[in-house]
């Protein structure tokens, strides 16, 4: 017998369960706070997540205008009614709130469904944001890897993107995601194997099969769960790829002691983790999942990030001399250095500036609440009510922002205030493109690293343009995510000026 029909009959048969599970009665509880795209039924919350998934942004933006200080909700796949949006005022609750009040775990591995797809162990013990605290983004470590990144990312430059006399066309999105995927994986796995066409076409791959795997089994109940994620995501075959490229170059390295003196002892993030390891993590298995899970935080947020950076670049030319002229200086002076980044204010800004206009979220610091919660307003939401802040809104509040419809590359570089809070990396409750507080991004320091050297490298190396002046394509929404534009290109040539 073929293994379709038990397919078939197997999805019917959750589906069936799913519908039946779905009309519970804890709607009620909700019922004070506004609803947009409602009516708040608990059987019409398929037509809510149907609504949500197709114009997400204008439902937050109808839901943000017309509850400026208070709460609003809508529904989501998975959540029925349950997802609360807050207002600015109340983004500093979220991020007070302790791990046991509003969890960002809980809400991750939700939508992620990561105890199902990728095993509960990431979750369970989530060392490796230590690892990247520690060992990634401390000033020092910055600073010492620094010449390796640059060097791959010269590297790869000069594999895609020639510097000619006359114009060529670049994919944005592909291109930038090989140099992301590249020049991060020095880091993270060194050579030769960042450099293997297989190693990051697959965790290209595997980011979107964890995510679009975390869709699909959210559609079903617990007990099928488990046979959905082998049946009808590609996640384990991921994982399984990952061990192919991986797995022999954590063996020889786990022949070494933990805190064994080790001449020539890699110094990357696959080796940090190995150090980092206690127990059942220090296992080929553990290990494989962990950089896989590394790799999906870190790739296409950075790589979407630089595209909108690069179109917006593109579609106005006319600040390339600012960029230029500033590199230009922080170079003669420091050299290629992280000490040259830091004088670089305008880049900095450009960056900032772009995830205040086209960041990659409509939402931000999606936590889920483990017990009853008050808001400071006095707003009560039950144990089980998904809570986020609303990003895209928030960046576009005419309140916060001057003209903030308008594109402004160096805002944040022309106020008087010379110290750290316009920084790239800062995150207040005005900008939240990395959350705010304790689960702040802890990959942003690497990624203002990465992404100003490439902005920087493009702004002197090269002329840029798009071949049809007017608005860059920054993508399109599906639900609260930004999809790039996956054909949009750019024109580059070398400099003339
Ligand atoms: C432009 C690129 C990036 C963006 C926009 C971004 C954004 C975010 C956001 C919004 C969060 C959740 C914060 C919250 O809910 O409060 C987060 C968490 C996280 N990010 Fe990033 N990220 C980026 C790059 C990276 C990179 C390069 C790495 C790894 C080197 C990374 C590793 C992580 C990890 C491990 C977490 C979970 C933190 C925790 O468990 O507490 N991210 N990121
Ligand atoms: C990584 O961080 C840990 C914890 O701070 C530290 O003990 C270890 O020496 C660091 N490893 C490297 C290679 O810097």
Redesign the pocket.
Known sequence: MGILPIFYAFAGLAALYALASRVRPNWRSLAHIPTVGGPPFPILSYIGTVRFFSRATELLEEGYSKHKDGLFKHAEAGRGWRVVVCSPKLIEDVRKASEDQLS??AA?NEALQASYTIGPSVQRN?Y??QV?RAN??TNESLSGIFSDMFDEMIHAFEKLIPVTDDWTCINAHETVIDIICRT?NRIFVGLPLCRNEGYCELNKRFTFDLFIGGLIVNWFPKVFKPTAVRLLTNVPNGICRGSNYLRGIIEERLEHEPGEKWEDKPND?LQWLIDGAQGEERSVHALVKRML??NF???H??S???TQALLLLAAHPEHLPALREEVEAAVREEGWTKAALNRMRRVDSFLRET?RFA???AI????KALQDFTFSDGTFIPAGTFVDAPSHSLHHDGRIYKNPHIFDPFRFASSSDEGTRYQMVATSTDY?????????????F??AI??KTMLAHIAVTYDIKLERAGDPPLGRWIGASLVPDRKAEVLFRKRRD
């Open positions: 960002f775990r991750t989530p490796h944001v990247i990634l983004t991060s993030m899970v590394v935080a870190a790739i947020t950075t979407i990030t630089f995830q960041g990659l979220g931000s610091m999606a936590r939240i493109p990395f959350g705010h507080g304790r689960h702040a991004c802890p990959g942003r690497f990624v990465e992404l």
